[in-house]
């Protein structure tokens, strides 16, 4: 008896794998299918006759295998199977492929994507606005990421940060404590928050958790809220500080391709978006100026047909814009901004500082957070043992969503933090035990549903 491997879909006319492919298939998770292979496919599971194992050809043995070849989707993480140099596992990440030696994809292309650091242009210093009361803004979150960034730009660095909050109904009782611990330690930081109005806010979570199952539309709402005060306040730049697994993640989830790594140091092609910006008579960009208008538009405006051509859509976004155009009032005031700074070029140029770089050469969670709790009046959560995402009471939810519907190969986007836990296992301080622990009890790998659960369920369609 024949029958479809486990987590390849029929999807019309093609297969598609949900899961992650060893290095020389890691991105062909598609596959066609002529008129008489879909034919069979269809009729699976049945015994197949010789002419018909020869019409699906290479697709026997991969796609199509015998009843007692098919993989077994592990139920727990005490079922599944590790790679044998990071925590990658196929519970976590269902449909995960290992080589001969036992190691995970992100394992086998280590070495070829060690350049991959980020998508925005990565800087180590910003010069001194002369034309604004601040040199940088930062969207802050009093999670452990935003406040090392904090603590970089201004004291290690002596910048003019103009710190932006917007105030959730999630928000971690020790991230509230941690974003007012960083108003005593940087003087001479200016925090903006802003809180949106309770109504509008619960129809964008309604239509998130429509389309996702979850509420989280960090940082997208952030940026919808705060771009018109950084245009109206002149702000050159606006930085981000992610870990260099989350940037290296959009790679492995298929949202980046390599040439976006290297897109903000391609000389020919800033050339080609410059004479494009002087032939509508818009006056140049400056670097990272491209990344914060492609940014703002998608938001404005949707998808970029381009954008949904080539592949590389990103599901997650979608649905934000999708949730954000609930409420039309959001979105005038973005319009407006853009097309302001687009014409005057006063464009808040998007960069990335390197968080490896500023730890003297690779980002050490036990180190940055020594620092956090000696220099930033940082507020650890409850169990210290967490690393990843630590601002918002419902994190797990977001973790458990993309999990499941992964699982149940209902979305094509692997879990995020299934991707950054195991890349940043690799190389991050911090032993397998301790991340294993976080694996199995601080983050929302589970098929049971999580208390979480109910309270973001509760505040959006109450």
Known sequence: MYVLQSRWKQEGGALYYYGMRNKEHLFRNRVRLNRRQRAIIEALPCELTPAQQRTLGNLLGVQVVEEHMVRRVPKSLSEARFCTTCCAND???????????????????????????????????????????????????????????????????GLRVLALTWEIPYISPHAKASIEGAKKAFPNVEFLVRTVNADDLRRVYRKLLELSANTCACPSLAYVLFYPELVANRVPYFAAGNEPVQMLGLYYNHLAPRIAYSFPDNRFLQ???????????????????????????????????????????????????????????????????????????HIPAFVQFDLDAACGGSYDWNKVRGILLT??????????????????????????????????????????????????????????????????????????????CALMRGWAQQ
Request: glycine share 6%; aromatic share 8%; net charge positive.
């Open 91 to 157: 519970f976590i990440i269902p449909g995960l492929e290992f080589d001969g030696e036992g190691r995970c994809p992100m394992c086998q292309t280590s070495r070829e994507t060690r350049a991959l650091k980020s998508v925005v242009p990565i800087v180590t210093q910003l010069p001194r606005a002369k034309k604004s009361r601040f040199d940088v803004a930062v969207f802050y979150t009093g999670g452990k990421d935003s406040t090392f960034l904090l603590y970089h730009l201004a004291k290690v660095l």
């Open 271 to 345: 050339i080609l978006v410059g004479l494009g910006r002087l032939l509508t008579l818009h006056p140049p960009l400056r670097r990272g100026q491209l990344h914060t208008l492609m940014t703002m538009k998608q938001l404005a405006y949707g998808d970029h047909p381009l954008k949904k051509i080539s592949g590389y859509r990103s599901e997650l976004v979608s649905n934000v814009v999708t949730a954000l155009h609930e409420v039309p009032a959001f979105l005038p005031p973005l319009r407006r901004a853009i097309r302001t700074s687009s014409l005057t070029g």
């Open 375 to 452: 220099e930033c009046g940082w507020v650890p959560p409850p169990d210290d043992k967490k690393a990843l995402h630590t601002s918002c009471s419902i994190e797990r939810c977001k973790d458990q969503s993309q999990f499941l519907r992964f699982y149940r190969c209902e979305s094509k986007m692997i879990p995020f933090s299934a991707i950054e836990i195991s890349l940043a296992s690799r190389n991050c301080g911090r032993s397998r035990e301790e991340m294993m622990y976080e694996i199995e009890h601080l983050l929302g790998f589970s098929l049971e549903e999580l208390p979480e």
